[in-house]
């Protein structure tokens, strides 16, 4: 069974090359594709706002960035909750 929400951690680094770019860019179709809430956890001052200048927020979608690992899990329970089929 595939997992319902994945959250990656970025490590603090300053820049992201091309293939780090495109890299991400498919990990959110991805997820997408499989119906899988993606939360990205401690994304440092730099590489946020090249994320916000090429639209990758846009389609991640600012609701799915957490400041730290417990911010990212409260995320995580609130997609799972949120995204339970009613019976």
Do not use: W
């Not at 890299?23 to 401690?42: K, N, P, Q, Y």
């Not at 730099?46 to 400041?67: I, V």
Request: charged share 25%; proline share 6%.
């Amino acid at each position: 069974e595939r997992p319902k929400v994945m959250i990656l951690g970025l490590p603090p680094f300053l820049s992201m090359n091309a293939t780090g770019l495109q890299s991400r860019d498919e990990r959110v179709s991805t997820c997408r594709r499989h119906h899988v809430g993606l939360i990205l956890s401690a994304v440092s001052a730099q590489p946020m706002e090249a994320k916000r200048t090429s639209g990758f927020l846009e389609r991640l979608g600012e609701q799915n960035l957490a400041k730290d690992v417990t911010q990212a899990l409260a995320l995580a329970e609130k997609y799972l909750q949120t995204s339970r089929p009613s019976h």
